[in-house]
């Protein structure tokens, strides 16, 4: 198990956050069981890639724990196990090269595994959840290591329950044999799509505000006027309303006060209450 001093900014896709003097690399289930005196009675964070997070620019006073998971085992012809911090856009190679359908919606996606559980993260029509089988997680409050089948997780649109103050160690997922055509075409065609409607994965978190049957969060701001709309260094993004792009040199309040401006003008003018998708982690003093 390796505890460093971290610049938080150096481990998020919008690069924010100070310094966390007790970041914890956990690589096996023996660092797992050194954790238990080192969380107790703290704040302690999970962190994947860090992008769906946006961390205070003071200093954190909790644990960030970083698990370093990553082996991909087949169990059988329906099952694989995939590790928590695989990188989504790699399983969707991985499925590409042994020709498992379904994945493709994860190319464009700059999580982990363990992101995607927690967040149940989605694209064209899919979300993680379609996949899950049942997922291993450590308890950070008994130290056991436990078998969550996909229905103890009540997964729904970008949200999970059961999983606080636990690590996802692994997912198990189903795979069934595809076209390896149709699979190309798909990483293909999302790409595109991401490309000519999202801005890259730097300075970002990807979708601000959660989307609902109701409406779409990025089509509510722009109606709002609020394209380009910009708070010290931080603007709502030009291309997707519901990206908002941080300039290298700016703080995440900065994000948080345009977070909070774009709730208010769009529930003066639509009377309707956006949900944050992004996580702000620390305190944000307006
Ligand atoms: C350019 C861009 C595009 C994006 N597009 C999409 C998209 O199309 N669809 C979508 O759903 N999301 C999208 N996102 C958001 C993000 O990539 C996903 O939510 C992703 O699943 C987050 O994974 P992560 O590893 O970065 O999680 P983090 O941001 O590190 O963490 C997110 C949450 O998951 C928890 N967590 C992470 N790992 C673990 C673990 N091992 N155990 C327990 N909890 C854990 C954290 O505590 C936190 O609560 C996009 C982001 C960017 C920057």
Not at 2 to 24: A, E, M, P, Q
Not at 102 to 127: C, R, S
Not at 255 to 273: E, M, P
Request: proline letters at 2%.
């Amino acid at each position: 198990m390796k505890i460093s001093s971290v610049d938080l900014s150096k481990i998020t896709t919008y690069r924010f956050g100070g310094v966390c003097k007790s970041f914890i690399e956990v690589v096996d289930k023996e660092d797992l069981n050194k954790l238990n005196e080192i969380v107790l009675g703290k704040e302690n964070v999970i962190i994947g890639k860090g992008s769906n997070v946006a961390f205070s620019d003071k200093e954190f006073q909790g644990n960030v724990i970083s698990p370093k998971f990553t082996t991909i085992e087949e169990k059988s012809e329906t099952e694989i196990t995939v590790g928590a911090s695989v990188f989504l856009p790699d399983l969707a190679r991985y499925f590409k090269e042994n020709e498992f359908s379904n994945g493709e919606f994860l190319i464009g996606i700059p999580g982990t595994v363990g992101g995607a559980v927690k967040m149940n993260a989605g694209a064209y029509d899919w979300e993680f959840s379609d996949l899950v089988l049942y997922i291993e997680y450590f308890d950070l409050k008994t130290s056991k290591i436990i078998k969550l089948s996909k229905d103890n997780i009540n997964f729904s649109y970008r949200s999970s329950q059961n999983l606080d103050n636990k690590i996802i160690l692994s997912a198990t997922l189903q795979i069934e044999k595809g076209d390896i055509h149709k699979i190309k075409s798909n990483l293909a065609n999302f790409n595109k799509i991401r490309k000519n409607s999202q801005p890259p994965a730097i300075y970002n978190a990807g979708s601000v505000f959660k989307n609902t049957k109701d409406y779409k969060a990025g089509k509510l701001i722009d109606e709002a006027g609020l394209k380009g709309y910009e708070i010290d260094g931080v603007s709502v993004s030009e291309k997707h309303a519901n990206f908002f792009i941080a300039k290298k040199e700016a703080k995440s309040l900065a994000l948080y006060k345009l977070v909070q401006h774009v709730k208010q003008v769009v529930d003066n003018k639509f009377g309707i209450k956006l949900e944050e998708e992004i996580i702000f982690i620390g305190e944000f003093d307006l």
